[in-house]
């Protein structure tokens, strides 16, 4: 029985819409004029004017009464419509306000990372410093002992070859501080 009222509450809600449209409109303002218009003419057709007051101000009252009550329903619907829109808002407001802090904590993350890179970047001039001490000390041992290194590529090599496995440990260690720090 419930389906067949809300069907039926949906058919006079449906009717009152397009009541309140078709009053609002000009063609409800030109049917009304001719009606009134019509009436006092019967007085021409041998109506008492008295009865025609009657059955006017009577018709006018019962219309007043339709309108105020079609009037009501507009402003209910309005009411619900705006109350929707409300909790919309109020939920984007809620949204907004969850993504601001996302923002703040992806920034806090991005000035660790800053100063985690700063701090990689002092370490790898510390190296650099280191292995530049390092050959100035291989080449005073190279004077001072006049040991002859083979001019071959392989203690160039060599040391490549321990640089790049620096750098490389360099890299995890890097690696492995944002992980941590992520975590």
Do not use: C
Request: glycine share 2%.
């Amino acid at each position: 029985m419930k389906p067949l009222k809300i069907k039926q509450n949906d058919k006079l809600e449906i009717f009152s819409i397009k009541a309140t449209k078709w009053i609002g409109s000009t063609s409800s303002l030109l049917v009304h004029t001719a009606l009134f218009i019509a009436s006092f003419l019967l007085y021409f057709y041998g109506i008492n004017i008295e009865e025609i007051l009657l059955v006017v101000t009577t018709i006018v009252s019962l219309e007043a009464i339709y309108l105020s009550i079609f009037i009501q329903m507009s402003v209910n619907r309005q009411a619900r419509k705006l109350h929707a829109v409300a909790r919309d808002v109020g939920e984007i407001q809620e949204d907004v306000e969850e993504i601001e802090k996302d923002v703040d904590e992806i920034q806090k993350d991005v000035d660790e990372i800053q100063e985690d890179v700063e701090e990689i970047e002092k370490d790898v001039d510390e190296i650099q410093k280191d292995v530049d001490e390092i050959q100035e000390d291989v080449e005073e041992i190279q004077e001072d002992e006049e040991i002859e290194i083979p001019k071959n590529d392989d203690a160039i090599f060599r040391i490549e070859e321990t640089l790049k496995i620096l750098i490389e440990e360099i890299s995890e260690l890097k690696n492995s501080k944002t992980k941590n720090k992520k975590e």
